[in-house]
């Protein structure tokens, strides 16, 4: 019985704790994608904007589809995605009441070393695309509706062709997931370049194509609108928007590298 | 304790009317008729299966009849029950006795002591701090009478108390039942032993298939038994 | 395969190197789960027991809604307690999605069932043994539930054993409701899945031997109690 009384007691005081968690407010939770989690740009910018304002971020990282849902449910205070359309719509729609261009980086095409496919030389990413269609290679798509994804079905529909068939493996799992898996098929993938160059178990898996223009991969920050959310810490979540914008965010963000690569480039206007 | 003794004689009288008794369409009792009254010990006897237990679980209220009438005629008195095999609480002695206390809404700062006075009264006093479960079978089933003590019954019920016991815990046993006797409580106990029923029985109540056959003074049954089926029994031609 | 790579030399590093953050999502874990655990167990045991002695229409029902439960998938606790939880839900004025408060409340959720359905098949073989001596005791049935708790404590530690390996292990719900956020819900099992999304298997793996050792060290140390315990009260 003493056993069950201290069990209790620890219990009561340890939700007191959590309790004390809620009461303190000085914190934004932020809904973003796993590739900006994955490759660790919030662990080396956050702290920059915690010491200039005081303001803690609590990152959400899940697919842009999700974050949009947690946005959109009232469960987080800002978002930081990359599906300029998708974002455009949430403006229309009226959750949000503003949405600018933050930072870039691209996608890439990774796949098996020796490219049956043969996409190294490609012209065009429509062409790469096309490539591993007609010859039926695999690919791990992450199937998951989240920003990558999303741009992903983009790129088949511009190459014309009809993603199906056995060779066309829909994950949906997140990036880092699809990426093992990719990695444990040898599939070729379509992956954001941050989360790949973070990456620690690429197996057989090299970069193959880059550098088209389509593959451009933009992010965007979200002021959400109070109007749907009557908790939005909006006061806060303005001062993290204007922040990203703002020379301090936008070289904090030029300064993250990993292995010596910068991965996300600061394009605010 | 000493009230209890004064008005010993007046345990309200406990009637059994045509009571039988169904399981699965199985008669396990005949319809039967009965009645426990005084300050008597009454043992219930015959081979395994006669029905000993269910007359007693019957009279105890651990079972319902499936007919006929079991009724105190006055005021219910305060029983307790020993088992064949003593189902005791994974607990020590002490706690054991204790519980009863605690279930008797006994003020707390009386327990501990009551307790171990029966404890010592049943030569117990030495285990109270042992694991009940731990103790032998002469031990476990003289902490099932020192519970039973604690309960201060009018009647109390035996079911087979010392069939699986060595002769000297038998010997204990049946000194507390003359025990509880002396204090005025009426004995209602089921044996198959013939010599422990002859040391102990005041009428002898003989059962023999789901039947109460004979109802009759313990001499006179050792004597003169009406049925033939008890006549066997007692020249030890049934078996058990 | 270099040193780096093998998952147990991580763990010891990861142990030996008493990282801060690590120390902090090993302490978070054990806290959600025991937290978690006590709770359900405070409902879940009277619940059990009442089952084992009350006989009531749909009883049966009732028992195998419980059983079902207990196969009850994670990520379904979590998604439910996450609409629950959410601004938009119906309790979204407590305010407790993406907090460890939000993981305690799906963690009772998945482990309260088992613990329930346990404790009612231990206490209902208990109280066949029981039944007659209690009732010739004048115990009333409310009486008997602390009776029968206390008489099947080993069996009952086994029982919230269960419950907690349920809890501790779980990733499903306690990625839903608590978001896995840096420092604040970031738990062994969420972490291992973090680490493998980066592909750093050695790290998940090592995460992971610490999460099993912690684990069998409260399994061992609740065994040795309750047997030092079972030796002394038989």
């Known amino acids: 019985m003493q056993k069950m009384t201290t069990m209790v007691t620890a219990g009561l005081i340890s939700l007191s704790w959590s309790a004390s968690l809620l ?15 994955n490759s660790g ?28 849902e947690i946005a959109r449910r009232g469960d987080a205070d800002s978002l930081l995605v ?68 999303r741009a992903e079905l983009r790129m088949w529909e511009d190459a014309g062709v009809t993603a199906q068939g056995e060779w066309y493996r829909e994950l949906g799992s997140g990036m880092g997931q699809t990426l093992n898996t990719a990695a444990g098929m040898n599939a070729y993938t379509f992956t954001d370049r941050a989360t790949w160059v973070a990456f620690e178990n690429p197996q057989d898996l090299t970069l193959l194509f880059e550098g088209d223009e389509a593959l451009f991969n933009q992010y965007g920050s979200l002021l959400l609108s109070t109007e749907n959310n009557p908790y939005l810490k909006q006061d806060l979540a303005n001062e993290w928007h204007k922040w990203l914008l703002s020379d301090e965010g936008q070289q904090a963000i030029a300064d993250f590298e990993v292995n010596g690569q910068q991965l996300f480039f600061p394009n605010a206007k | 304790m000493n009230v209890e003794t004064t008005i010993s004689t007046d345990i309200a009288p406990l009637h ?57 005629q006055g005021a219910t008195p305060v029983q307790a029950m020993v088992f064949q095999r003593p189902v005791l609480l994974r607990r020590s002695a002490l706690e054991n006795l204790t519980y009863v206390l605690a279930i008797r809404r006994v003020p707390r700062a009386q327990r ?8 010592e009264r049943f030569g117990l006093a030495a285990l109270s701090k042992r694991p009940a479960r731990v103790l032998s079978g002469g031990e476990q089933q003289r902490l099932a009478l020192a519970r039973a003590w604690l309960l201060d019954p009018s009647v109390l019920f035996l079911d087979e108390p010392t069939s699986a016991l060595d002769p000297a815990a038998i010997k204990a046993v049946e000194d507390a039942v003359n025990a509880f006797h002396q204090q005025g409580t009426r004995i209602i106990m089921a044996t198959h032993d013939l010599h422990q029923a002859r040391r102990l029985a005041d009428d002898i109540i003989f059962m023999y298939g789901g039947q109460a056959l004979e109802h009759t003074p313990a001499d006179r049954f050792f004597d003169i038994p009406h049925s033939p089926e008890a006549a066997a029994f007692i020249r030890g031609e049934l078996v058990w | 395969m270099s040193a780096s790579d093998n998952p147990f030399y991580t763990a010891l590093t990861l142990i030996l190197g008493m990282d801060h953050r690590l120390f902090d ?43 079902a439960l207990m196969g009850l998938p994670p990520v379904v606790a979590g998604l439910c307690v996450y609409l629950l939880l959410s601004r938009a839900g119906p309790l979204g004025h407590w305010g407790l999605l993406f907090t460890p408060g939000a993981m305690v409340v799906a963690q ?13 098949q231990q206490i209902e073989s208990l109280h066949q043994e029981y039944a007659e001596q209690l009732h010739s005791l004048g115990v009333r049935p409310l009486r008997m539930i602390p009776t029968l708790l206390w008489d099947a404590r080993f069996g009952l530690l086994t029982v919230i054993l269960a419950g907690f390996g349920r809890a501790s292990a779980e990733v499903g719900a306690v990625m839903i409701v608590g978001g896995n956020i840096d420092g604040v819900t970031r738990v062994m099992t969420t972490s291992i899945v973090l680490e493998t999304s980066k592909g750093n298997l050695p790290l998940a793996l090592g995460l992971g031997i610490i999460l099993l050792s912690l684990v069998t060290l409260i399994n061992a140390l609740a065994h040795v109690v309750s047997e030092m315990a079972k030796r002394r009260l038989g």
């Open chain 1, 23 to 37: 009461a303190e407010d000085d914190f934004i939770t932020l809904a973003s994608t796993t590739s900006t989690e």
């Open chain 1, 41 to 68: 740009l919030f662990d080396a910018i956050i702290p920059a904007f915690t010491d200039a304002t005081g303001i803690d971020v609590r990152v959400v990282a899940v697919g842009t589809g999700q974050a949009f």
């Open chain 1, 82 to 149: 990359h599906d300029t359309a998708g974002e455009e719509q949430f403006v229309a729609d009226g959750y949000a009441t503003e949405r600018q261009d933050v930072m870039y980086n691209d996608f890439v095409l990774v796949g098996p070393s020796d490219d049956p496919a043969g996409i190294r030389d490609s012209e065009s990413a429509a062409e790469a695309f096309a490539l591993i269609a007609e010859s039926e290679s695999p690919f791990a798509s992450r199937g998951d509706d989240s920003g990558t994804n």
């Open chain 2, 16 to 72: 059994f009317d045509q009571v039988r008794f169904e399981h699965r369409g199985h008669r396990l009792l005949m319809p039967t008729s009965v009645t426990f009254s005084g300050c008597r010990r009454t043992l219930i006897m015959g081979p395994n299966g006669a029905g000993k237990s269910l007359l007693m679980r019957l009279a105890h209220g651990l079972l319902r009849p499936s007919g006929g009438q079991v009724r105190w």
């Open chain 2, 112 to 119: 501990k002591a009551r307790a171990l006075d029966v404890l």
């Open chain 3, 25 to 67: 999502i090993v302490a978070l874990s054990l806290q959600v789960s025991l937290i978690a655990v006590a709770l359900a167990s405070l409902l879940a045991l009277p619940l059990g027991a009442a089952l084992a002695l009350w006989r009531f229409p749909g009883r049966n029902i009732v028992i195998v809604m419980l059983n």
């Open chain 3, 108 to 120: 009772v959720i998945l482990v309260l069932p088992i613990i329930a359905a346990l404790t009612r």
